[in-house]
């Protein structure tokens, strides 16, 4: 049985800085994509960024760009989110997701199949 445990959520005043951690038991993380998602109330869970399995490849939606930071740490078996300059409008519960993905990774939910139980992260206006 997997499981995934994300943390470092919290409050932040707008133009802070959090990281947030993906921690895997039961699966090496080393072999899947690991997308970050998002999700406010009454919204669409929403991808912000993700790695690819094979080559550890990058992806960001454009309104993360230059400000949020997907990395791994094979021997933790962890994954980050380093995000910066922190807006109101990145007020979310954060998840973190595992899944096969071939290529380049996607902001498609369909395509992870394991999922954390989210952090929240609130940044007030």
């Known amino acids: 049985q997997f499981q995934l445990v994300e943390s470092g959520g919290g409050l932040v005043q707008p133009g802070g800085s959090l990281r947030l951690s993906c921690i895997a038991s039961?699966?090496?993380?080393?072999?899947?994509?690991i997308g970050w998602f998002r999700q406010t109330p009454g919204k669409r869970r929403e991808g912000t960024s993700c790695?690819?399995?094979?080559?550890?490849?990058?992806n960001y939606v454009d309104s993360v760009k230059g400000r949020f930071t997907i990395s791994r740490d094979n021997a933790k078996n962890t994954v980050y989110l380093q995000m910066n300059n922190l807006k109101p409008e990145d007020t979310a519960v954060y998840f973190c997701a595992a899944g096969v993905v071939e290529g380049r990774c996607t902001f498609s939910p369909a395509e992870y199949h394991a999922w954390g139980q989210g952090t929240q992260v609130t940044v007030p206006s």
């Open positions: 039961g699966l090496d993380l080393n072999y899947y994509a």
């Open positions: 790695i690819s399995s094979r080559d550890d490849m990058t």
